[in-house]
């Protein structure tokens, strides 16, 4: 089996989690650029972070045979920060980047008109950087701000086809189904989304433009949840080429619009269950920072 995991923050992860997932069968990852917890105040701060997606982590992932690529972006939350605004001036210089396959995640958070400001910025700058996008929807009021983010995608131009929608649920669901956009599905230990009922959205709406991810960060999460749907998949009764086209096929065919998924021939191999011996590289560079 292999995984693509098209939405985890790797920047929160330990190396025993990036040895599970290759021994799951993860072999290429999207980290999008998110909140930290941790207000930032200023925008050096998002800047050495950005960096960190383009140089440190991939370099720390290719030490595990995964390949690691970003989405860039201001997140809904840190939208409201004036003190964060300017990190919109910026973006254009990242967004040029090899390794960047989408502008994200944007979206709504509260809902407020300064989120609503960012992402109807960065919707224009997804069509002058003619890369796709990745839309997180609200954890409260789910289904108006689900509503209201399938509207301003509408007016911005970009194809629905071009836009994920994520962390959707039952009730939300259907309603990107309806608008054409892909339908991405955050599967979590115990809030969000879990593997059963994920098959069960599966098995109602088919599995074309659909999407899995772990979403794993710095809260309660596990990075092998896309493997374990994987698993509940089989067990449902769909096939080894079902769990392939959602696990694999369609991240890589969502992401390769942006024209810059070169994902090398080793990564794409089948076949889980291997462990990788690669992370001395790692283990120098550690070894180094600690003299
Ligand atoms: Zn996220």
Same mark, same amino acid.
């Given at each position: 089996m292999r995984i693509f995991d098209p939405h985890i923050h790797m920047t929160s992860r330990t190396t025993d989690d990036y040895e599970a997932m290759y021994a799951a069968g993860v072999r290429a990852l999207v980290e999008p650029a998110f909140w930290l917890g941790q207000p930032r105040t200023n925008? =050096?701060?998002?800047?050495?972070?950005?960096?960190?997606?383009?140089?440190?982590?991939? !370099? %720390?992932?290719?030490? !595990?045979?995964?390949?690691?690529?970003?989405?860039? =972006? *201001?997140?809904?939350k840190e939208a409201n920060d004036p003190r964060c605004v300017e990190? /919109?001036?910026?973006?254009?210089? !990242? *967004?040029?980047?090899?390794?960047?396959?989408?502008?994200? &995640?944007?979206?709504y958070d509260s809902?407020?008109? &300064?989120?609503?400001?960012?992402f109807s910025r960065q919707l224009e700058l997804a069509v002058q950087h003619e890369l796709p996008v990745l839309v997180h929807t609200p954890h409260r009021d789910k289904a108006t701000g689900t509503r209201r983010t399938l509207d301003v995608v509408k007016e911005?131009? *970009?194809?629905p086809e071009r836009v994920i929608v994520d962390h959707l649920n039952e009730m939300t669901v259907g309603m990107v189904r309806d608008s054409g956009c892909w339908a991405?599905?955050?599967?979590?230990?115990?809030?969000?989304?879990?593997?059963?009922?994920?098959? %069960?959205?599966?098995?109602?709406?088919g599995l074309d433009r659909m999407l899995v991810n772990s979403a794993a960060d710095w809260g309660r999460?596990?990075?092998?949840?896309? #493997?374990?749907?994987?698993?509940?998949? #089989?067990?449902?009764?769909?096939?080894?080429?079902?769990?392939?086209?959602? /696990?694999?096929?369609?991240?890589? &065919?969502?992401y390769a619009q942006s024209g810059r998924l070169s994902l090398a021939e080793s990564?794409?191999?089948? =076949?889980?269950?291997?462990?990788?011996? =690669?992370?001395?590289? /790692?283990?120098?560079?550690r070894d180094k920072a600690n003299d």
């Open positions: 925008l =050096g701060s998002f800047v050495d972070y950005f960096d960190s997606l383009l140089g440190w982590e991939p !370099f %720390r992932a290719a030490q !595990f045979g995964i390949e690691h690529f970003c989405t860039i =972006g *201001l997140n809904p990190v /919109l001036d910026v973006l254009p210089r !990242f *967004l040029a980047k090899d390794r960047v396959v989408a502008v994200g &995640e944007l979206g809902m407020t008109k &300064e989120e609503d400001f960012a911005s131009g *970009l194809t991405a599905f955050s599967v979590y230990p115990d809030t969000k989304m879990d593997e059963h009922r994920m098959v %069960r959205i599966l098995q109602e709406h999460s596990d990075p092998l949840k896309t #493997l374990k749907t994987a698993r509940a998949m #089989l067990e449902a009764g769909f096939s080894d080429d079902d769990v392939d086209k959602v /696990l694999w096929r369609n991240p890589v &065919e969502f990564a794409t191999e089948t =076949g889980a269950g291997a462990t990788f011996e =690669g992370n001395s590289v /790692l283990r120098g560079a």
